[in-house]
Antibody
Framework: QVTLKESGPVLVKPTETLTLTCTVS??????????VSWIRQPPGKALEWLAH???????SYSTSLKSRLTISKDTSKSQVVLTMTNMDPVDTATYYC??????????WGQGTLVTVSS | EIVLTQSPGTLSLSPGERATLSCRAS???????LAWYQQKPGQAPRLLIY???SRATGIPDRFSGSGSGTDFTLTISRLEPEDFAVYYC??????????FGQGTKLEIK
């Protein structure tokens, strides 16, 4: 059974750096063409894709957020980590990790709500 | 960047009726790269359709997807009470690789 679970702080201050971890099970991050994305959703708003990383360490980032994002993986720990610098209240959102299956997302984590406030 | 525009923003229908949701892309999208998701309050999105017309595992056959190029449609043939939710289309491209539409809220009339 494939599962993904997000973890990280629920509250961060403006200008701080957010670090989120996605811990996966039921599959290996080293499997060929295996990929995990981070996607966020501000309260009451639409989904926004942030970044993805594949088993071969290929990475890609949202054009508008590229300068603030870093994605990495630790295959031995089955974890994918996303860092976002210079957090702002507009970054308040539920952050999801999801497994890429082909060209879509069949498996999602439950999401973690991150609030940016002083 | 490919922009996906979904219409209508809100669709009010009754159980038993047919729902037709639209997703229009600003540039041509390969059918293989177009997916639809359902999201209920407090839940993560659920994959319904991938490759524009293939149902994901466990998805009832009242859900169907169609379209090509820049125009794609999600159809729910006969609405069940549990189908009232928000629906998103998503495309996998090149730069950036992924974009989502702004969503269509399907509400009970």
């Amino acid at each position: 059974q494939v599962t993904l679970k997000e973890s990280g702080p629920v509250l961060v201050k403006p200008t701080e750096t957010l670090t989120l971890t996605c811990t996966v099970s039921g599959f290996s991050l080293s499997n060929a063409r295996m990929g995990v994305s981070w996607i966020r959703q501000p309260p009451g708003k639409a989904l926004e894709w942030l970044a993805h990383i594949f088993s071969n360490d290929e990475k890609s980032y949202s054009t508008s957020l590229k300068s603030r994002l870093t994605i990495s993986k630790d295959t031995s720990k089955s974890q994918v980590v996303l860092t976002m610098t210079n957090m702002d209240p507009v970054d308040t959102a539920t952050y999801y990790c999801a497994r890429i299956s082909g060209y879509s997302y069949e498996s999602w984590g439950q999401g973690t709500l991150v609030t940016v406030s002083s | 960047e490919i922009v996906l525009t979904q219409s209508p923003g809100t669709l009010s229908l009754s159980p038993g009726e047919r729902a037709t949701l639209s997703c229009r892309a600003s540039q041509s999208v390969s059918s293989s790269y177009l997916a639809w998701y359902q999201q209920k309050p407090g839940q993560a999105p659920r994959l319904l359709i991938y490759g524009a017309s293939s149902r994901a595992t466990g998805i009832p056959d009242r859900f169907s997807g169609s379209g090509s190029g820049t125009d794609f449609t999600l159809t729910i043939s006969r609405l069940e009470p549990e189908d009232f939710a928000v629906y998103y289309c998503q495309q996998y491209g090149s730069s950036p690789p992924n974009t989502f539409g702004q969503g269509t809220k399907l509400e009970i009339k």
